[in-house]
């Protein structure tokens, strides 16, 4: 049981050497996928949103403060709560502890 559930965690989140991936290995036929709150890299509290194929909103909170890496989602643009800067695909932010974060698809 504890494989499979780690196996479809990695299918919905995977963090990789700093970098958060939102549904990184989601099937093209999961049109509509969300999660709550899962543990990623950094201290960070996940939530995301995956609706008619694609990542509509994803909210991230901020256990300690950090950096956030996050590979870009979205398939255009996108508003963010915070300022952010994009660097070769990646959205990162500086977040403080306690701090909310959400992206959401225009």
Do not use: C
């Not at 950094?42 to 403060?65: N, P, Q, T, W």
């Not at 590979?71 to 952010?84: A, Q």
């Amino acid at each position: 049981l504890f494989y499979f559930l780690f196996l479809f965690y990695r299918k919905i989140i995977l963090d990789t050497i700093g970098i958060i991936h939102i549904f990184p290995a989601i099937p093209s036929h999961w049109d509509n996928v969300s999660f709550k709150k899962l543990r990623a890299y950094g201290a960070f509290l996940v939530s995301a949103k995956r609706s008619k194929g694609k990542v509509s909103v994803i909210s991230i909170y901020s256990e300690k403060g950090g950096l956030l890496r996050l590979k870009n989602p979205f398939s255009s643009k996108f508003d963010s709560s915070i300022p952010y800067q994009t660097n070769k695909g990646m959205i990162e932010i500086e977040m403080k502890e306690g701090e909310s974060l959400t992206l959401k698809a225009i």
